[in-house]
């Protein structure tokens, strides 16, 4: 079993940053795949990012790229989610997700993940 906590969330004026982390517990965390999701009000779960258990490899849904960015400390068993000039849009409650193996096209698809946070709040005010 893993749990993840994630913290971080909060209400940013747009165009402004917050950091998101994801404390995972219960198995090596160094040997997970860890994505965060979001789902805004009304809207489907999305894919956000994706890293791999090294962190050499990183993915992003291509709304976020350039503003996000995701990395991870296994000394620390936390993985991370930098979001800079943040818009209105980007309003949803943020989950990260953990898996022990899925194949690399897998990783934007919410059900290749085993274990999931109960999500934080970031509201982006225009």
């Known amino acids: 079993q893993v749990q993840l906590v994630e913290s971080g969330g909060g209400l940013v004026q747009a165009g402004g940053s917050l950091r998101l982390s994801c404390a995972a517990s219960?198995?090596?965390?160094?040997?997970?795949?860890m994505g965060w999701f979001r789902q805004a009000p009304g809207k489907e779960r999305e894919f956000v990012a994706a890293?791999?258990?090294?962190?050499?490899?990183?993915y992003y849904q291509d709304s976020v790229k350039g503003r996000f960015t995701t990395s991870r400390d296994n000394a620390k068993n936390t993985v991370y989610l930098q979001m800079n000039s943040l818009k209105p849009e980007d309003t949803a409650v943020y989950f990260c997700?953990?898996?022990?193996?899925?194949?690399?096209?897998?990783?934007?698809?919410?059900?290749?993940?085993?274990?999931w946070g109960q999500g934080t709040q970031v509201t982006v005010s225009s």
């Open positions: 890293i791999t258990w090294s962190g050499a490899s990183t």
């Open positions: 219960g198995r090596t965390f160094s040997t997970l795949i």
């Open positions: 997700a953990a898996t022990q193996s899925a194949p690399t096209m897998r990783l934007r698809i919410d059900a290749a993940y085993d274990y």
